[in-house]
């Protein structure tokens, strides 16, 4: 059976992949910088925020790359950051010292503009509305993407 | 680093990031107006280099750590030229909330690296 995937990369989505694009510059980097500087602070919390900015960056990259594989791996990504989120978040208002509020995925993404609780559900929607549709004749018009 | 100038630094992006935002939404593509305040914000961060690099020699130093802060000011410098040349590249309104949406991360790394120069609690 034909598949086909809508381009996901176009219209809205250009500007879900420049934050995406953001995110993971910001949890990659800040995180380095936290492992190098002051990993015992928070150990846990940072090697955490490091793993989410890796995760990000393939985010980004599955949301920009065509295909029904990349379709999957985004929605992997993306999951994966939303239940990081979620437990993370939960876990460190149970325990604030393990977590400290410099880490990407603590309290929820407070210390990022709660950005890391909002746009997997974001990115979820988006992938939903572009997902792989059976090829028939008539299905051919699918919406297109891009459209200005 | 300078408060008031950091101030309006952050003032200049935030209105930057909203124009942008609006203009694109509004279905413009990226123009003079929006690649204008684009390239203002960006003047302004070299300007906050050169003032970053001389402070110190005026005993005006960071707080906290300098390096956390020019990693900062360095990554916030190179988000409006890709911002701009995305819009170059690509003619479409959502590269103009694109543009919106680098002023207003530079908007956010300027209030951290005011934090970081001024106000270390940790």
Known sequence: ?148 | MIDWFTTVQVIVACAAGLLSVVLGLAGRTPADITNGATVMVEALLLAQIVISIVSPLAGNTPTGSGLEFWVYLVTAALLPPLAILWGLVERNRWSTVILGVACFAVAVMVFRMHQIWFVQLA
């Open chain 1, 1 to 148: 059976m034909t598949t086909t995937t809508p381009r996901r990369s176009g219209g809205l989505g250009r500007v879900l992949i420049a934050v995406y694009g953001l995110l993971a510059l910001a949890a990659t980097g800040r995180s380095v910088y936290q492992i190098f500087s002051e990993f015992d602070h928070a150990p846990l919390a940072y090697s955490l925020s490091a793993l989410a900015g890796v995760v990000y960056i393939v985010a980004t990259i599955a949301l920009l790359a065509p295909g029904d594989t990349w379709y999957r791996v985004a929605w992997i990504t993306i999951s994966f950051e939303l239940v990081g989120v979620l437990v993370v978040g939960l876990l460190s208002y149970l325990d604030p010292i393990l977590f400290t509020e410099k880490a990407v995925w603590s309290f929820f993404g407070r210390g990022y503009g709660y950005v890391p609780l909002v746009l997997p559900i974001l990115g979820m929607i988006w992938l939903y509305r572009h997902r792989p549709r059976v090829v028939e004749p008539v299905a051919a018009n699918a919406e297109p993407a891009g459209t200005v």
